[in-house]
């Protein structure tokens, strides 16, 4: 199993967990989804959203929060949720992390919130605002995770960094790349 889990609470819009799905494939995050679902599994909007990612996804249904708790007895999430006083970038994550997101038109249950008041966070953003897109907020997270980790097994360089290195020894310049 991963290092970094992404636990949705019955996400509703199938191209925000499509979505979710990718980031967790590229980033090497398991994904767990937590039932009801808004949508079906096969819906052609997830496929899409997640493109030809999915054979590479760690993915696990649980039938409801307390299923998930169950079966992940040793959890401690980071609830992320508008409501919270502490900001997502003040944590410093575990090894084995769980960030846990609600659905997108009533976010996490305000009694598990109020349960676990110490571990909720939240993304800063302008007041007049109600809430950030889920997927954005689910990217933001796992790279804050995989940030305070190095990047740990992300490749960190593009092709266009060794072509560069290539162009600056044909040359015999260095420093001719940006």
């Not at 989804?33 to 696990?60: E, V």
């Amino acid at each position: 199993m991963s290092q970094i889990n992404i636990v949705l609470l019955e996400p509703q819009i199938p191209q925000n967990t499509g979505n979710i799905a990718r980031t967790c494939a590229a980033t090497g995050a398991a994904l767990h989804l937590i039932r009801p679902l808004g949508f079906a599994i096969d819906d052609k909007k997830l496929k899409r959203a997640g493109l030809d990612y999915w054979h590479q996804l760690d993915i696990t249904y649980y039938e409801s929060l307390d299923d998930f708790f169950q079966k992940n007895p040793d959890a401690s999430p980071y609830f992320f949720t508008t409501k919270a006083r502490h900001v997502y970038s003040d944590v410093i994550y575990p090894s084995k992390t769980f960030l846990m997101f609600g659905r997108e038109d009533a976010g996490l249950p305000e009694e598990l919130l109020k349960a676990h008041e110490a571990s909720c966070v939240r993304l800063p953003m302008r007041e007049t605002l109600r809430s950030l897109n889920l997927s954005n907020t689910v990217a933001v997270a796992v790279y804050e995770v995989l940030r305070q980790r190095n990047f740990e097994g992300m490749q960190l360089e593009g092709h266009l960094a060794k072509l560069c290195w290539e162009s600056e020894q044909t040359s015999k310049k260095e420093g001719s790349c940006l």
